[in-house]
């Protein structure tokens, strides 16, 4: 079954590192390299300037290969997760919340 996350993020160690557009750019490949190879498929990125995050929605094939992402990108030092979570469209979320709060 599918799975559809949403991040914020702030650069890894590795890419506050870079100094150059050059550097940025292959560290950008790098991220986009490791998403693709495990199934991410990007719905939208940007960034949240108020907060200085990054944020991103990617539609994944399984909540683990998701999960499997965020700690090989943690752990080369190219992103720092802030949040990560499923993402759902309110139509999808509603029906869940209102079963959860009659169950309450």
């Known amino acids: 079954m599918s799975y559809t996350s949403i991040v914020s993020t702030k ?3 590795r890419m506050q590192e870079a100094t150059t557009a ?3 750019n ?3 490949a790098e991220i ?6 495990n199934g991410g498929e990007s719905v939208m990125a940007g960034q949240d ?3 200085g995050v990054g944020i991103a929605i990617t539609r994944w094939p399984d909540a683990a290969a998701s ?3 965020e700690i090989e990108l943690s752990s080369k030092g190219l992103l720092e997760f802030i ?3 499923p ?3 309110l139509e999808e979320w509603w029906p869940i919340a209102q079963e959860a709060m009659s169950d309450s």
């Open 11 to 13: 650069p890894g160690s």
């Open 67 to 69: 999960v499997k992402t």
């Open 32 to 37: 986009w390299a490791i998403l693709e190879k």
């Open 22 to 24: 050059d550097e940025g």
């Open 87 to 89: 993402f759902m469209q």
């Open 26 to 28: 292959a560290l950008l």
């Open 83 to 85: 949040s990560a979570g």
């Open 49 to 51: 300037f108020a907060r």
